[in-house]
């Protein structure tokens, strides 16, 4: 199985910035894409940003320009960098781990890993 670790997070006032982060351990031969998602209280989790193993990227409209997400596979790490935060931003942050299926040792294993989440506030 694949385990996920989410650091990083912590207060920071509007305008600031935050570095996270997502170390993988365990089957990460399994990894395929990767990404990072959010939820706020009352709300859905979703989307933030999501990178393959090739470095394509997505992000979510309302942190395009702001956010930029990487990973290292060297060191089975993924990072996001949060800059010019806004109130709006305070939630959850989650890592994600997509799994593959090409591999026959994968194929017990769920769609997604899902790290603990790491709490990020933005004060006005």
């Known amino acids: 199985q694949v385990q996920l670790v989410e650091s990083g997070g912590g207060l920071v006032q509007a305008g600031g910035s935050l570095r996270l982060s997502c170390a993988a351990s365990?089957?990460?031969?399994?990894?395929?894409?990767m990404g990072w998602y959010r939820q706020a209280p009352g709300k859905e989790r979703e989307a933030v940003a999501t990178?393959?193993?090739?470095?394509?990227?997505y992000y979510a409209e309302s942190v395009k320009g702001r956010f930029t997400i990487s990973r290292d596979n060297a060191k089975n790490t993924l990072y996001l960098q949060m800059n010019s935060l806004k109130p709006e931003d305070t939630a959850v942050y989650y890592c994600?781990?997509?799994?593959?299926?090409?591999?026959?040792?994968?194929?017990?294993?769920?769609?997604?890993?899902w790290g603990q989440g790491t709490q990020v506030t933005v004060s006005s």
């Open positions: 365990g089957d990460t031969i399994c990894i395929s894409a």
């Open positions: 994600n781990a997509a799994t593959r299926s090409s591999s026959y040792r994968c194929s017990p294993y769920g769609p997604q890993s």
């Open positions: 990178i393959t193993s090739g470095g394509s990227t």
